[in-house]
């Protein structure tokens, strides 16, 4: 099976590709987790803090509003 058989490598454009090419992408890979990790932590924060304030100014709705935080962390 000279022409797209099961186990031949696949090389095509192998030749046109700089050497640093796999590293743009593990890089956007990385990037992707650490800006997902980031989004979350800075949410959970600003929601905890915003439950702070409310609590200073409307101490009865503290349980009602957890559910923000916990369904962010």
Do not use: D, Q, R
Not at 14 to 37: D, H, K, R, T, V
């Amino acid at each position: 099976m000279a022409n797209g058989g099961f186990g031949e490598a696949v090389v095509a454009g192998y030749e046109e590709c700089p050497s640093w090419a796999p590293f743009l992408g593990f890089f956007g890979a990385a990037m992707c987790g650490i800006l997902a990790n980031f989004g979350a932590a800075w949410g959970t924060w600003k929601s905890g803090l915003g439950l702070c304030k409310m609590g200073i100014k409307h101490p009865g709705g503290i349980i009602k509003n957890l559910v923000a935080i916990i369904m962010a962390g």
